[in-house]
């Protein structure tokens, strides 16, 4: 047991070198990300087009909100460090950006699909997927147009774009989005659409925009989340012996094998591009389910939130903001140790815990085919 420990101790260490120190000597030497995503991989979006994002946000790494919907770094920006690359810049961002390694199309609470209402009305960001698409061939071409001999160090080569790498990590707000409202069995009736979607967004950047590889990160466990406990209808009979509901779990399992059939379909339809399936719900599920064995004291129970209890997360109440419960004045405060948590807010991850995620990003263990980024 205590060699065990050991290597544990030996494993951390390393990958903590690994992940706070940008790389040089990745295995894929890629000029540039090209991300499309919701709250999971937006740098600040959001916030860029709705500013009002608060401390404790970014309290871990950033030390002051940064955009992230975490305490510190995303997947994204350990992925960008890995390739030895500066932070992706928001699309949406007047201020600050740097374009020359790529640009975050990302926005929080993003979907695949177009929404039928708005933001004031349901909280869904008007950014979907399809809008994301057509920024991208909007920023392409307006670097043809100003950067043609590349000399502008803010903005890109013109060859960047059939070199880069595209990542799609977007999905989970199709699949929660309506899941109070229509139930499981409601909500699997438009997967099929989130799942092609996807593909064609693919298939445009191939042939438009002269894309070759992508990364299709595939969806979280659901029911392992704070929020989603606290808020979604279910009996105690339907959680598993880590305090999951299987309910839930099982049918983002079953869009997730979807999604994988989904592109080994296209694969045959795009001969020269490389098509990474990524398998992040595993090592999520893995940290949910088993967090002491990955060095956190806490799973299903989030870091910031109002209440305390099993997965302190009350929705009257989010992360940051106070408000007047039964007369009484209550704010969401963030814990003092936000890297023993796997859960940042209820919703999102820790940076403690994207780091691990990112990790097995990098080293390929997750993706098929295997592709390792180091």
Same mark, same amino acid.
């Given at each position: ?87 992706? &810049?928001? $699309?949406?961002?007047? +201020? @600050?950006? /740097?374009?020359?390694? *790529?640009?975050?199309? !990302?926005?929080?609470?993003?979907? %695949? ?50 070199? &880069?790498? $595209?990542?799609?990590? +977007? @999905?989970? /707000?199709?699949?929660? *989005?309506?899941?109070? !409202?229509?139930?499981?069995?409601? %909500? ?187």
């Amino acid at each position: 047991m205590r060699h065990n420990f050991s290597i544990f101790l030996v494993s951390m260490f390393l990958l903590v070198l690994l992940l706070i120190t940008p790389s040089t000597n990745a295995k894929c030497s890629f000029p540039g990300i090209f991300n499309f995503g919701d709250s999971n991989s937006d740098t600040g979006g959001f916030w860029a087009a709705f500013p009002a994002e608060r401390y404790p946000f970014g309290m871990t790494y950033f030390k002051k909100p940064s955009g992230r919907a975490s305490d510190g770094r995303l997947v994204i920006d350990f992925l960008a460090q890995g390739l030895g690359m500066p932070f992706l &810049s928001p $699309y949406l961002q007047s +201020i @600050g950006t /740097n374009f020359r390694h *790529g640009a975050n199309f !990302a926005t929080l609470a993003s979907t %695949v699909l177009l929404p039928n209402t708005s933001l004031f009305v349901s909280g869904i960001s008007p950014f979907s997927l399809a809008i994301q698409l057509n920024q991208m061939k909007e920023f392409r071409t307006r670097v043809l147009e100003i950067n043609p001999q590349g000399n502008n160090h803010r903005l890109p080569p013109k060859d960047i774009f059939n070199k &880069s790498l $595209y990542i799609f990590d +977007i @999905g989970q /707000n199709d699949f929660t *989005g309506n899941l109070a !409202a229509l139930g499981i069995q409601g %909500v699997k009736q438009y997967l099929p659409q989130v799942a092609s979607q996807i593909a064609y967004t693919i298939k445009d950047i191939y042939s438009e925009l002269g894309g070759r590889t992508f990364m299709v990160f595939n969806l979280a466990p659901i029911g392992c989340f704070p929020a989603f406990l606290t808020e979604l209808p279910h009996n105690t009979s339907d959680l598993d012996m880590y305090g999951c509901m299987m309910s839930y779990n099982n049918a983002v399992l079953d869009y997730n094998l979807m999604l994988k059939d989904t592109l080994s379909q296209i694969r045959d339809q795009l001969p020269d591009a490389t098509l990474v399936y990524v398998d992040t719900h595993s090592i999520k599920l893995k940290l949910f389910q088993h967090p002491k064995d990955h060095g956190f004291l806490y799973g299903t129970k989030a870091c910031c939130g109002y209440g305390d209890g099993e997965y302190n997360f009350n929705r009257k109440v989010y992360c940051g903001n106070s408000k007047i419960i039964d007369g009484k004045h209550v704010t969401a405060n963030a814990c003092e140790d936000p890297d023993k948590y796997v859960s940042w807010d209820g919703i999102h991850a820790t940076e403690a815990a994207n780091k691990l995620v990112a990790w097995a990003v990098l080293n390929g263990s997750i993706s098929d085919p295997v592709f390792p980024l180091f």
